[in-house]
């Protein structure tokens, strides 16, 4: 019998190393959620854990946070413990590569219903930063099948990252930083002090089994005479020395004349460790060096004679060769939080912890319950609804009445119907035009049989609109037009394809045919109600400032809130077909990439590069539009911008548009420079974005938001305060039941 689970919290051990970086994801889920976490070993995992002692860890987590243990002895067996389970699985190492074969098999055949997080879980993390080894080994790129991949820095920083995996990119930081859930502290030491007054005893790491090491050279054989010669110096004084051999690999335990006797062994794992007895660290390159300096234990990282080694990756520490300087460093380390700081971007433990919160939360929201609703219209916007548009993938219709709406989009629900799409693919087929207007009928008869009292034609401008809005009035179907711009006169700015499509006849006249058809017109606002110039009774707005979207917003986009100014800043803009748009800010993007070197501009959207920015392309990422909106929202989270454009030319056109850019960008965490006087004015007054027209305004506006780290605080606090009281799903799905008045029994306006 399978495991059949709502809001399931799966995670997967395979390599030794998963242990530390999923055990504090264990305690968060347990504590902070309320989720019996479900721990899921592998075959590889039991072959590694030869002694047992890591199997021991695992039933200990399972005790402690009520948890439950299930051993795969094939990987084939995850789906069928787990095939209709909703929720997250979280690996704590997955990639294409063959050491990574059970989670890469896992995350590839994963069942629909999880959501597939892989963590990095070290400093040099394959698919994430590698070092020159891990490219000489594994390639310059290696690929990943998880849908959210948690890295410890920004995207920006991971240069060995896949371009195709940037958009699932969160940045997390490290889970071995959590120290404390909302119920307990799961770190053996909480916020030690570490000073000269110690025992004096060092710890000195080795990592030998790396690939470093694989490669050739004399690197390990450095590192081993290097050590011994150390240990015997101190030995001679009376002193002793800690060896922490890596977890998994344990070469120098394993070759026992490598330990000299005035040698402890530390083999406990990190987060058991008293960090408070060591007083400095030593390891060759390896991510135990941050779990030092988290710890308050000065480190230095080994490097070989003959520069085998790629240390790049370890900036600003301290570096130690010869036993002369072991020697020194042992008696003169001294704490320095910069380097930490400079490693992790100033990410705490605390940071760390609510954004894991966040991630958690998103995911576990979205597991839908595999049962149906008791009842259905307490939980959505519209009630049994049919969804007409041209493409199911429709922007307006994911933003509005899907993402928007409150949650419409259950099969229970609603349906949707493109016959566009549905035209297309009949004729593909080889069906004849009265073939394929009545199987487009009869799908629409079958909704109705199922109760669908309504139908909401969403921007809907494709064929067979006469027949397909005389069958619903013939059924007695409260029929409804949903638009969001001024469909009717589209102008040449906004682009030519555009143009052409809403000015040929057989679209303009489905889009008129169908605003004198339909019972009611909706639209996004007001302006835009005035301008189709149709019977005031035939109208209703959803206004409130011409929104057609809704936000929440995630509390793990924190880039402008986190009291650490970073470093380096980030300008987005997003748009389709906006190029006329952008035109009117590309010199002001281009002074501002002038006048800061380390800013960094990022475009979404199938728009040319502006030739004013081409000098500056090594700092410009240009991502692809996502059409999945979903999938949009969470790509835009990921890019933790920290200034968005919203420029407009002030046209008719434009003025009967939503305030959508700065609800998407507000929600992300981001402060909006808009143009005034079109339609963001009323959003941005009382200091909740910036606005300006002239190019003198906007390259004021953007100094200042690149420089003032304050501005930039105090704009996301207002203007978050105004989207949760304005724009809150539960404020739009509001909205949505007021103008369309939708319900079970039947049509009601």
Request: proline residues 5%.
């Amino acid at each position: 019998m399978g495991v059949s689970k709502d809001k399931a919290a799966i995670f997967v051990f395979s390599l030794i190393q998963d242990v530390t970086v999923l055990r504090p994801l264990i305690y968060l889920a347990s504590d902070d959620f309320g989720v019996q976490p479900i721990l899921v070993v592998t075959p590889g995992f039991r072959q590694r854990d030869k002694s047992g002692i890591w199997q021991k860890e695992l039933e200990e987590f399972s005790v402690e946070c009520h948890g439950q243990i299930i051993q795969l002895k094939k990987t084939w067996q995850f789906w069928q413990e787990f095939g209709t389970a909703r929720g997250a699985v979280i690996f704590g190492s997955e990639s294409v590569l063959r050491n990574h074969a059970e989670t890469r098999d896992l995350a590839r055949y994963c069942p629909p219903g999880l959501t597939k997080i892989a963590l990095q879980h070290g400093h040099e993390c394959v698919g994430f930063l590698m070092n020159r080894h891990h490219k000489e080994a594994h390639g310059d790129s290696v690929g990943m099948e998880s849908d959210i991949l948690c890295s410890w820095q920004p995207v920006a920083h991971l240069r060995d990252l896949n371009p195709t995996l940037q958009s699932r990119i969160v940045h997390t930081g490290p889970s071995a930083l959590i120290r404390e859930t909302s119920k307990r502290k799961i770190s053996g030491i909480d916020k030690p002090s570490r000073a000269e007054e110690g025992s004096g005893i060092g710890l000195v790491c080795e990592n030998l089994h790396s690939v470093r090491f694989e490669l050739g050279g004399e690197a390990r054989s450095g590192f081993l005479d290097v050590f011994e010669r150390f240990a015997e110096q101190l030995r001679s004084s009376g002193k002793t020395v800690a060896l922490r051999p890596h977890p998994a690999g344990q070469y120098m335990v394993r070759q026992s004349n490598a330990i000299p006797e005035n040698v402890l062994l530390e083999l406990r794992p990190t987060y058991k460790i008293d960090w408070s007895q060591y007083c400095y660290g030593i390891s060759a390159p390896s991510t135990v060096l941050m779990d030092m300096l988290a710890n308050g234990i000065p480190a230095a990282t080994w490097v070989d004679q003959h520069g085998e080694l790629d240390t790049t990756n370890y900036g600003k520490l301290p570096k130690v060769s010869t036993l002369e300087e072991w020697m020194r460093f042992s008696n003169t380390a001294n704490r320095d939080d910069a380097q930490l700081n400079f490693l992790l971007e100033n990410t705490s433990s605390e940071l760390c912890a609510d954004r894991f919160r966040a991630l958690f939360q998103t995911v576990l929201e979205q597991a839908p319950s595999i049962k149906p609703s008791k009842n259905p219209t307490q939980s959505v916007a519209l009630g049994l609804a049919l969804l007409i548009a041209d493409d199911p993938q429709l922007p307006t219709l994911q933003i509005c009445l899907l993402s928007g709406g409150g949650g419409v989009e259950g099969s229970d629900q609603s349906r949707i119907i493109a016959p566009t799409r549905l035209n297309k693919e009949l004729a593909a087929a080889g069906l004849s035009a009265p073939e394929r207007l009545e199987d487009i009928l009869r799908r629409i008869e079958a909704a109705i049989s199922r109760g669908i009292t309504s139908a909401v034609f969403c921007r809907y401008v494709g064929p067979y609109h006469n027949e397909i809005i005389s069958l619903l009035k013939k059924n007695n179907i409260a029929t409804f037009y949903f638009i969001d711009d001024l469909l009717t006169s589209v102008p040449a700015h906004i682009g030519e394809n555009k143009q052409k499509r809403y000015s040929s006849s057989q679209v303009r006249g489905s889009l008129l045919n169908l605003l004198e058809k339909c019972d009611k017109v909706v639209t996004s606002s007001a302006v835009l109600a005035t301008e189709l110039k149709l019977d005031a009774s035939a109208i209703k707005s959803l206004d409130w400032m011409g929104v057609s979207c809704s936000g929440r917003v995630r509390h793990e986009c924190d880039q402008n809130l986190s009291p650490l100014p970073s470093d380096k800043i980030i300008i987005g803009y997003m748009g389709f077909d906006h190029d006329a748009d952008f035109e009117l800010i590309a010199s002001s993007v281009a002074k501002q990439l002038r006048e800061h070197p380390t800013l960094h501009f990022e475009l979404i959207g199938p728009m040319r590069l502006h030739p004013e920015l081409e000098p500056h392309r090594e700092r410009i990422t240009v991502l692809k539009p996502l059409y999945d909106y979903a999938l949009f929202v969470r790509m835009l989270a990921m890019r933790r911008w920290h200034i968005g454009l919203a420029p407009l030319i002030d046209s008719r056109f434009n003025r009967c548009k939503s305030v959508n850019k700065w609800i998407e960008y507000t929600a992300c965490g981001i402060v909006t420079i808009a143009s005034r006087g079109v339609i963001y004015d009323e959003v941005c007054k009382d200091g909740s974005g910036l606005l300006a027209s002239s190019p003198q305004e906007w390259e004021t506006s953007l100094a200042q938001a690149i420089t003032n780290h304050d501005l930039r605080h105090t704009t996301v606090v207002k203007a978050q305060k105004l989207l949760q009281e304005r724009f809150s799903p539960t404020e739009h799905k509001k909205r949505l039941l007021d103008v369309f008045q939708i319900t079970r029994a039947g049509k009601s306006m």
